[in-house]
T-cell receptor, first 116, second 115 residues
C-alpha cells in the first residue's frame, strides 16, 4: 500500500489567495483526519471524517477553512482567503475501522504551507 | 477536553543509554488509549507504541516500552539502547473512547542522541 498521500508537498502563496490541500487515505480506512502543526500550537486536530461524513470540526479555526470528503478515497482542505498566520505543516491521516481501540493513525508526509 | 502534558521540551541522551520521556494526561474516563509517535527531522509521523487503559501489562515494541501508571495518569516512553537515529521529536497522544479514532497530542519532546 502506498500509504496516505498528500499533495502538494510544499505550497507557497500570497496572502488572500485560495489554497487547496489534497489527501488520499489508505484504502479501507474509514477515518480521515486533518491536523495542523505549528511551533506555537503544536499538533492540532482541525477536523475528522468517518465514512466520508464530518464528525468533529471544532478545531477548524474560522470560516476561511473548509474541508470536504466527496468519496472514500479523497479529501480536500481549503483555505480562502489565506493569511500569513495559516503558514504551517498540514497533515492528513487515516485509520481503519474501530474495533478494539488500538487502531493507530497513519500520517501522510504533510504539506508545508507558506503564506507570504 | 483531555489535556496531554509533556514536560520535557528537549533532552540529550548518550548513545547506547536508555532515556525516559514523560507524558501525563488529565482524564476522568475509565477507558482510553495512549499512543506515542516519533517525528524525525524529515517530518513524517511514525507510530511507535500503544497502551490501552485496561491493559494489564506495560506495552513493549522492540526497544520501546511504556511505563504506564494509571493511578498517576502517566504513560512514560522508555527507549533502551539509544541510537543516533532516535534523534527526533516524540509525541504522546490520547484517545478518548467516545471520539472515534481521533488523537489529542501533547507538545512533544525533542531528543538528541550524542555519539
Amino acid at each position: 500500500d502506498a500509504g496516505v498521500i498528500q499533495s502538494p508537498r510544499h505550497e507557497v502563496t500570497e496572502m488572500g489567495q485560495e489554497v487547496t490541500l489534497r489527501c488520499k487515505p489508505i484504502s479501507g480506512h474509514d477515518y480521515l483526519f486533518w491536523y495542523r502543526q505549528t511551533m506555537m500550537r503544536g499538533l492540532e486536530l482541525l477536523i475528522y471524517f468517518n465514512n466520508n461524513v464530518p464528525i468533529d470540526d471544532s478545531g477548524m479555526p474560522e470560516d476561511r477553512f473548509s474541508a470536504k470528503m466527496p468519496n472514500a478515497s479523497f479529501s480536500t482542505l481549503k483555505i480562502q482567503p489565506s493569511e500569513p498566520r495559516d503558514s504551517a505543516v498540514y497533515f492528513c491521516a487515516s485509520s481503519p475501522p474501530r474495533t478494539d481501540g488500538n487502531e493507530k493513525l497513519f500520517f501522510g508526509s504533510g504539506t508545508q504551507l507558506s503564506v507570504l | 477536553a483531555q489535556k496531554i502534558t509533556q514536560t520535557q521540551p528537549g533532552m540529550f541522551v548518550q548513545e547506547k543509554e536508555a532515556v525516559t520521556l514523560d507524558c501525563t494526561y488529565d482524564t476522568s474516563d475509565p477507558s482510553y488509549g495512549l499512543f506515542w509517535y516519533k517525528q524525525p527531522s524529515s517530518g513524517e509521523m511514525i507510530f511507535l507504541i500503544y497502551q490501552g487503559s485496561y491493559d494489564q501489562q506495560n506495552a513493549t515494541e522492540g526497544r520501546y516500552s511504556l511505563n504506564f501508571q494509571k493511578a498517576r495518569k502517566s504513560a512514560n516512553l522508555v527507549i533502551s539502547a539509544s541510537q543516533l537515529g532516535d534523534s527526533a521529536m516524540y509525541f504522546c497522544a490520547y484517545r478518548h473512547p467516545a471520539a472515534g479514532n481521533k488523537l489529542t497530542f501533547g507538545g512533544g519532546t525533542r531528543v538528541l542522541v550524542k555519539p
